[in-house]
């Protein structure tokens, strides 16, 4: 099983300007700056929306659009672990409605609840490209395919571990 996800930066103003800095002049900046936020601090927050805005030359609206429209940033941290359920069609086929079921029965969370205690959060993802071994998910960063009920519960098992 695998451990927790890589350590984050805690959020901070001056870190989070030395990387916009660094990728503001490449093109369609929005999104790499976007992105290495996330890398950074495991989540875009809040107030770097009006920092990336002021670099970009674009409205808060716009870059709040951006950061909302695509499921993969965060507006919080996430937990220790992030287990993603596939939600595609291949997964589905092959029964990972009820896995889903299952995982957010046994979590007790909705998609993109991260649990009480910060240990897991629980994500929906659009494919991740294992449909030849559906239903599929990703703890972490490894990926899973062929899961049963015992499969993802012995994820589950290692995603509550401190």
Avoid at 5 to 26: C, N
Avoid at 27 to 40: N, T
Avoid at 95 to 114: E, K, N, S, V, Y
Avoid at 151 to 159: S, V, Y
């Amino acid at each position: 099983m695998p451990g927790s996800m890589q350590s984050r930066t805690a959020w901070k103003r001056e870190r989070a300007e030395e990387i916009i800095a660094t990728h503001r002049s490449v093109e369609g900046a929005a999104l790499p700056i976007l992105h290495a936020l996330q890398r950074e601090f495991g989540y875009v927050d809040r107030e770097a929306v009006p920092l990336v805005a002021q670099a970009l030359n674009l409205s808060r609206a716009e870059v709040h659009g951006v950061v909302s429209f695509y499921h993969d940033f965060r507006d919080a941290p996430p937990g220790r672990h992030v287990l993603r359920l596939c939600r595609a069609e291949a997964c589905q086929s092959m029964g990972a409605d009820a896995l889903a079921r299952q995982a957010r029965d046994g979590l007790r969370l909705d998609w993109h609840g991260t649990t009480p205690d910060g240990r897991t959060t629980l994500e929906p993802v659009f494919c991740l490209g294992l449909c030849a071994c559906a239903p599929a998910a990703m703890l972490d960063d490894q990926v899973y395919g062929g899961l049963d009920e015992t499969r993802l519960q012995a994820l589950l098992d290692a995603a509550g571990r401190p």
